[in-house]
């Protein structure tokens, strides 16, 4: 059996949709891995680019808000762009959600704004709002955490 | 207005070098990064890094709202859009004007000017620099009049298009009306626009370009040239100043012209105007300008001694030229290797993975501008340059000397890259004899593929 395209392409798609960071495959004769994202960790940059650059002292550690620790039982609802998030409609008006809201995955729970271009987000997940990460009206950053949220159980 | 916070709409080595000289300056960066680029060493180096989008460029290095909504959210002072990407869109530098934010290169009316060939074309003539002798033609009568008038061989172009479609070499005049037809047909089919454009064609051709440097006010200065003729697929390779063997009044002549293009614009922040030197019949035609700051720039700084990038941000400051035309006089010789993730034994091709280990070479006259270190991924998304390797030395014989021991100090594992073809090129009798013309690196490549080596 070989993989086409179109398999690894879903394979691909299975391993972005889990929390796994690699998968290794090996089946007859052919063997695929797969590794998610280019997040090797530089251990050490050159001199040439980086040390001489610095002016003596050690890089800053990067401050993205993008990609942190997810929590165990919980769901992640992340910023689909980079924005200014609001968790209100408008100002003065109540806020979509609150902590303790149950939400579906088409229910809305804030607007990020985009060079005055207001976008609605959707919970995408189901089940009760535990955490409301960013402050209103604050920048967000793409893939940073805005709810953590507790899945329904199944019925 | 003092900038103090600088946001890079870039990735890469020049993100690196832009930090560099933020830091040097005492300004705080905040490098708008995508996905992939959220562990790069630019992104660990800046004091923020921000995570505008996906991977995909389209997604996130490409979109000029949300850079500038993330410029305005840390409240950036400016926005330095480094090379490629957004640098030469015009979409970029109108959203900061409009939102008060500085951009760090040449106004939007600037970059529209430079950025359309044929309004390119038309300021050159008005600022009187020479252009390729051509003109759009609409009929055969027309062409073979201008055919006549110019002389062969010819080229024949798409108006409406580039990428070499509905692109023709004719080299008799009687041969101009069939390849015409050709030519309209192809460019129908490729661009919907038969309009087509007749130029002389310059059999033997040098790339030569201008660095200047304007302040928006009609002053502006020279910084000397870069002979940019080795060149595969009109990708440049290796780079050097001053241009060999061309005379200096030859030389000081295409200066001025591209002063007195840039003077014509007003031009504003760093800027490079190329010209093709034809050496057939010893004259040089404006080729285009490039409105941002370019990759082979230092080359430029080596032999002046200035930062071209510190130059810009004191002209976005509204310091102006802080140089005078008397005060720059370049010294000695720079030639600078363009070292690419792809792999020279199968076409090129590009070859994305994780550098195991790296060794860069050191020493006098010796700059590495890169932003690649052990463990570092080169991801599959964009461009495959991963480092610059800039040799100075007094003379272009010296400097070659230092650079081929550069080049064979340099080790990179875990990726093919194009580092033993420099080598090659670098010990190539005819390179070494200088002032190669832009044919040099196709017959390079067809003599080795004849006489693959032992």
Same mark, same amino acid.
């Given at each position: 059996m070989t993989l086409t395209a179109k398999d690894v392409a879903e394979i691909i798609k299975l391993l972005e949709q889990s929390r796994f960071d690699s998968l290794s495959l090996e089946m007859d004769g052919m063997k695929l891995n797969l590794q998610r994202s280019c997040t090797v960790p530089v251990s050490q940059t050159h001199n040439n680019a980086a040390a001489q650059t610095a002016t003596g002292v050690p890089p800053p550690q990067p401050t993205s808000k993008a990609r942190p620790p997810s929590k165990p039982g919980l769901l992640d609802v992340t910023s689909p762009f980079l924005g200014i998030f609001y968790r209100t409609p408008k100002p003065g008006q109540p806020p979509f959600i609150e902590v303790g809201s149950k939400v579906e995955e088409g229910t809305v729970i804030g607007i990020i704004e985009v060079m005055k271009l207001m976008n609605s987000v959707p919970a995408g997940v189901k089940g009760e709002v535990v955490e409301i990460l960013p402050e209103n009206g604050s920048l967000v950053e793409y893939g940073e955490v805005l709810l953590r949220v507790r899945p329904e159980p199944s019925p | 207005m003092t900038i103090r916070r600088i946001l890079i709409a870039n990735r890469g080595e020049i993100a690196v070098r832009v930090i560099r000289t933020c830091?040097?300056?005492?300004?705080?960066?905040?490098?708008?990064?995508?996905?992939?680029?959220? =562990?790069? %060493?630019? /992104?660990?180096?800046?004091?923020? *890094?921000?995570?505008?989008?996906?991977?995909?460029?389209?997604?996130? #290095? +490409?979109?000029?709202?949300?850079?500038?909504?993330?410029?305005?959210?840390?409240?950036?002072?400016?926005?330095?859009?480094?090379?490629?990407?957004?640098?030469?869109?015009?979409?970029?530098?109108?959203?900061?004007?409009?939102?008060?934010?500085?951009?760090?290169?040449?106004?939007?009316?600037?970059?529209?000017?430079?950025?359309?060939?044929?309004?390119?074309?038309?300021?050159?003539?008005?600022?009187g620099v020479p252009t390729v002798p051509g003109d759009p033609v609409e009929t055969t009568g027309e062409a073979l009049a201008l055919g006549r008038e110019i002389g062969p061989p010819f080229l024949i172009k798409a108006?409406?298009?580039?990428?070499?479609?509905?692109?023709?070499?004719?080299?008799?005049?009687? =041969?101009? %009306?069939? /390849?015409?037809?050709?030519?309209? *047909?192809?460019?129908?089919?490729?661009?919907?626009?038969?309009?087509? #454009? +007749?130029?002389?064609?310059?059999?033997?051709?040098?790339?030569?370009?201008?660095q200047i440097l304007g302040d928006g006010q009609g002053n502006v200065v020279h910084l000397g040239e870069r002979d940019c003729s080795v060149q595969r697929r009109y990708q440049k390779l290796i780079?050097?100043?001053?241009?060999?063997?061309?005379?200096?009044?030859?030389?000081?002549?295409?200066?001025?012209?591209?002063?007195?293009?840039?003077?014509?614009?007003?031009?504003?922040?760093?800027?490079?105007?190329?010209?093709?030197?034809?050496l057939e019949r010893d004259a040089f035609y404006f080729l285009e300008m490039n409105?941002?700051?370019?990759?082979?720039?230092?080359?430029?700084?080596?032999?002046?001694?200035?930062?071209?990038?510190?130059?810009?941000?004191?002209?976005?400051?509204?310091?102006?030229?802080?140089?005078?035309?008397?005060?720059?006089?370049?010294?000695?010789?720079?030639?600078?290797?363009?070292?690419?993730?792809?792999?020279?034994?199968?076409?090129?091709?590009?070859?994305?993975?994780?550098?195991?280990?790296?060794?860069?070479?050191?020493?006098?006259?010796?700059?590495?501008?890169?932003?690649?270190?052990?463990?570092?991924?080169?991801?599959p998304f964009y461009d495959s340059l991963i480092a610059k390797i800039i040799v100075h030395a007094a003379d272009r014989a010296s400097t070659l000397e230092r650079l081929r021991l550069a080049i064979a100090q340099t080790r990179i594992d875990g990726v093919a890259t194009n580092l033993p073809f420099h080598a090659e090129i670098l010990a190539d009798p005819e390179f070494e004899k200088g002032g190669v013309d832009t044919s040099y690196l196709p017959r390079f490549l067809e003599r080795r593929r004849v006489l693959p080596e032992a």
């Open positions: - | 830091r040097a300056l005492g300004i705080e960066t905040v490098l708008a990064a995508s996905e992939a680029d959220l =562990d790069s %060493p630019p /992104a660990k180096l800046a004091h923020r *890094a921000l995570c505008i989008g996906p991977a995909h460029p389209s997604e996130s #290095y +490409l979109k000029a709202d949300t850079i500038v909504q993330a410029a305005l959210g840390v409240r950036a002072d400016a926005i330095h859009p480094g090379y490629g990407f957004l640098s030469e869109h015009t979409a970029l530098a109108r959203l900061c004007e409009e939102q008060g934010l500085i951009f760090i290169g040449p106004t939007s009316g600037q970059i529209e000017a430079a950025g359309d060939k044929l309004r390119a074309r038309s300021e050159a003539e008005a600022a108006a409406g298009g580039g990428g070499g479609r509905g692109m023709k070499k004719v080299d008799r005049l009687e =041969d101009l %009306p069939e /390849a015409m037809e050709l030519a309209a *047909a192809e460019a129908g089919s490729a661009f919907g626009d038969t309009r087509l #454009y +007749l130029e002389r064609f310059i059999t033997r051709a040098r790339h030569v370009e201008v780079e050097e100043t001053p241009a060999p063997a061309l005379s200096e009044d030859f030389l000081s002549r295409i200066r001025a012209a591209a002063v007195q293009f840039a003077e014509r614009l007003a031009y504003r922040s760093a800027g490079t105007v190329e010209f093709l030197v034809d409105a941002r700051i370019q990759v082979e720039h230092p080359v430029t700084e080596a032999v002046t001694g200035f930062d071209l990038v510190a130059e810009q941000i004191a002209v976005a400051n509204g310091q102006g030229l802080l140089l005078q035309q008397e005060n720059i006089r370049p010294e000695g010789c720079a030639i600078e290797c363009r070292l690419n993730a792809e792999d020279p034994a199968h076409n090129f091709r590009p070859s994305p993975g994780t550098i195991r280990s790296v060794v860069w070479p050191s020493g006098e006259g010796i700059r590495v501008d890169t932003h690649i270190g052990p463990g570092a991924c080169i991801p």
